[in-house]
């Protein structure tokens, strides 16, 4: 099979994925057709096609995180491109570089993309304003994860078909996550209903297209599909909750507590999990649990944004 | 009669209304005449205008210890291209000025510079720690016109209530960041609905109002204290850099009540709002933050009636490298010495017929009011402390010319007009623009 996407049907696709502004629906489905194909590449015995020979992709993680810069390394080498790692703990900034000076360096490397992760929100705008070059956002402090997001999309049109008039609900620290941000901007647009669901110092006081309850209940009743998110220990730390006993009392996802929701309703959880915290242990490991499936997603999906692009550009030094 | 100094043909305008055209001489740092006489030098300035020099309350210099985001000369001389005759320096700064010494060597460094004057604000507490008094009356005498610890926040109410009691004995005023720092929290923009969805920690409204609500009370309390013994000159509480409706309400309600308290705003704070953040760039971080458009709203509306007596610029210079950090790591502050009137002139007066004599009070009357200087106004005999300036001429906001060290603007491109040609200290020029092509 050869992979040639038809990208034509849409506007051009913007520069960058930093978030999902400038991506219309239309595009967004695109890239989910083009990760269909990823996932025919993915089950072959070789998993490898030329698409990006010639291309460098560079992989910079200001905040440490194997899995989801691993997820991102093999899909570009799966698309042939040359893999140039960073990663450095933020404290190495604070000890003088700069983000720009290290984005400086890395470019005159001769990199055509930049997949960053950094605790602090906007910094890939920024990049984007001094490298002028495609940047893939893999998380931004609270602001965004648009490959999680689209992974967690894919997942979700897998096993529900369609997500139009589906309601999905998330579940946890909504203020302080990137990947409930992320799909609140993405479900809406795909025609899904999204209640995120936690206690009230970690809810934001809006969110656009969102609706938000203290009540787990109201958040599970009816749902689809159940989004669980990681919980931070840093949140006692801080103050914002009293407890972990106290939150597991409220906001834990149990056997029958899932019983609220519509049957059947697969659960997400965008990893890395707290069993027996966010959710209770069986649950993760029992049939209902798609947390497998978005890891192998993970891989179509970050195939397909490098596929979308990077295509029809030329790598750099070339004439 | 005889002069140093001949400006013919100019627009006389102060915070009193507009005075028609004149010939003013000036000589022995004085306006002599508006109705000319001779001098070595004569400036034709047909069309434009001229009123008392500047004053702002609130600038960060720098100097000593963060030479390289300004110092003395840099920031002085930013003063006198942005109309200003005269600054009050922040003591935040390394270490903090909260000794008589420290005071007079800033003094005398900027005499030697000769650019706009230089008033420093002394630490309220001693080394800004929130503990310990500074030698309130060491340091009037040494010359310091405002007593505070910003760049931090006060959060020991008892040792707020001390210092306002004990600086109103030496006639010193007390000037406050009214911030709660525990409802700020790591806050790096407004809080609201902008934040939430960006996914940046918020700065609410409330911990700027809640803040001046206790700080008002802390007034009430520190009057019953001196039971009438305190000098009702001055205020007992400056107010700095108000941004909300809600914390320009209590200060209305309060001077209603005949509270001694004063405020100013900065010129971001009534020009720019929240949804800059949308560009993620930390340009636009500032504290308190830019709020939303209403709060501008309300904020040019106490301008104008008075609830807030002055503009303060906050003039906060960074390294370039500094406010190219990421939001959360890169310093809070903008500069803005340079561009505060010609800003304001256009924003307010020529796009919203905001009154050009009650902008010139805000600029002029109203902060020396604050510090207890003496008002200048247009007439023979008045300190020749001026500014010449240039009601038509419109020239983009240029951040790389600035002579602040901070070459960085929100306002850059900006078509502005009221740009300063000529500033006078003492009849003395600090800054000549006139030679630039019109």
């Keep these: ?319 | 009669m005889n002069g140093e100094l001949l400006i013919q043909h100019v627009r006389l305008v102060d915070s009193r209304g507009e005075h028609g055209t004149a010939d003013v001489l000036i000589g022995q740092g004085r306006i002599l005449s508006l109705e000319g006489g001779d001098a070595r030098r004569h400036i034709d300035a047909s069309g434009l205008i001229l009123s008392p020099g500047f004053c702002d309350p609130h600038a960060h210099l720098r100097e000593p210890g963060q030479e390289v985001k300004e110092d003395l000369t840099s920031g002085l001389t930013a003063a006198a291209r942005g109309g200003y005759s005269d600054v009050v320096s922040m003591p935040n700064t390394l270490p903090p000025v909260d000794r008589a010494e420290g005071v007079a060597a800033l003094k005398e460094k900027a005499a030697r510079i000769g650019q706009a004057r230089l008033h420093p604000a002394a630490a309220l507490t001693q080394g800004q720690e929130g503990k310990r008094l500074t030698e309130a009356r060491l340091l009037a005498e040494a010359g310091a016109v405002l007593l505070t610890d910003d760049g931090r926040t006060n959060e020991d109410a008892g040792v707020l209530a001390l210092g306002m009691q004990y600086a109103a004995s030496w006639g010193l005023t007390v000037s406050v960041h009214a911030e709660d720092a525990g409802l700020r929290r790591g806050g790096v923009m407004n809080e609201g609905g902008v934040s939430f969805r960006l996914g940046l920690p918020g700065n609410s409204v409330y911990a700027e109002s809640a803040r001046i609500a206790r700080d008002l009370e802390i007034v009430r309390y520190v009057l019953a204290q001196l039971g009438g013994r305190g000098p009702q000159a001055k205020a007992l509480l400056h107010v700095q850099h108000l941004s909300s409706a809600r914390g320009l309400e209590l200060i209305r309600q309060a001077k209603a009540e005949g509270l001694p308290v004063t405020c100013e705003v900065g010129p971001h704070h009534l020009t720019l709002s929240e949804e800059r953040l949308e560009s993620l760039d930390p340009l636009y971080k500032v504290a308190p933050p830019l709020r939303t458009p209403a709060d501008a709203e309300a904020l040019i509306q106490g301008l104008l009636d008075g609830s807030i007596d002055c503009i303060g610029t906050d003039h906060a210079p960074h390294t370039q490298d500094e406010k190219e950090l990421d939001l959360l790591r890169a310093p809070f502050g903008i500069p803005n010495l340079e561009v505060g009137w010609p800003l304001l002139y256009t924003e307010l007066v020529l796009k919203r017929d905001f009154p050009l004599p009650v902008l010139l009070e805000r600029f002029t009357d109203g902060p020396r009011r604050v510090l207890g200087f003496e008002a200048i106004w247009l007439e023979a005999g008045a300190e020749a402390s001026l500014v010449l300036w240039n009601p038509d001429q419109e020239r983009p906001v240029e951040p790389q010319r600035f002579a602040s060290k901070a070459k960085f603007s929100p306002w850059a491109g900006w078509k502005l007009r009221g740009w300063p040609v000529l500033t006078l200290v003492e009849g003395r020029a600090v800054f000549e623009g006139l030679e630039q092509p019109a």
């Design chain 1, 1 to 319: 099979m050869t992979v040639t996407p038809d990208t034509s049907a849409a506007a051009p696709t913007p520069r960058s994925l930093l978030d999902f502004q400038g991506w219309s629906r239309a595009q967004l489905e695109s890239l989910f057709e083009t990760s269909k194909m990823m996932q025919e590449v993915l089950a072959r015995p070789v998993k490898k096609v030329p698409a990006l020979t010639g291309f460098t992709v560079a992989t910079v993680f200001f905040e440490a995180s194997t899995r989801t810069r691993l997820s991102f390394e093999l899909a570009a080498r799966r698309m042939s491109a040359d893999v140039l790692s960073f990663s450095a703990a933020t404290s190495s900034i604070s000890k003088g570089e700069t983000y720009k000076d290290t984005l400086l360096t890395l470019d005159a490397m001769g990199v055509d993309a930049y997949v960053i992760r950094v605790d602090a929100a906007g910094v890939c705008h920024q990049a984007e304003r001094w490298l002028g070059k495609p940047i893939i956002n893999a998380g931004d402090g609270w602001r965004a994860h648009p490959t999680q997001a689209l992974l967690d999309a894919f997942t979700l049109l897998e096993a529900l078909g369609s997500l139009e008039g589906k309601k999905i609900a998330i579940v946890g620290d909504i203020l302080h996550s990137r990947v409930a941000r992320s799909n609140a901007e993405l479900l809406p647009r795909l025609g899904a209903e999204v209640v995120a669901c936690g206690p009230a110092t970690l809810l934001p006081g809006t969110l656009p297209g969102v609706q938000l309850s203290t009540d787990l209940k109201t958040g599970l009743t009816d749902a689809d599909a159940v989004m669980v998110l990681r919980l931070q220990n840093e949140r006692m730390d801080k103050g914002l909750l009293p407890s972990l006993p106290e939150y597991i009392a409220g906001y834990q996802v149990t056997q029958e507590r899932l019983d609220w929701a519509k049957p059947g309703a697969p659960l997400l959880h965008p990893g890395p999990m707290n069993r027996d915290v966010e959710l209770e242990g069986p649950l993760a490991d029992s049939s209902r649990s798609l947390v497998e499936r978005q890891v192998a997603n993970g891989q179509a999906i970050r195939m397909a944004v490098l596929y979308h692009l990077l295509v029809g550009k030329k790598p750099r030094g070339e004439s």
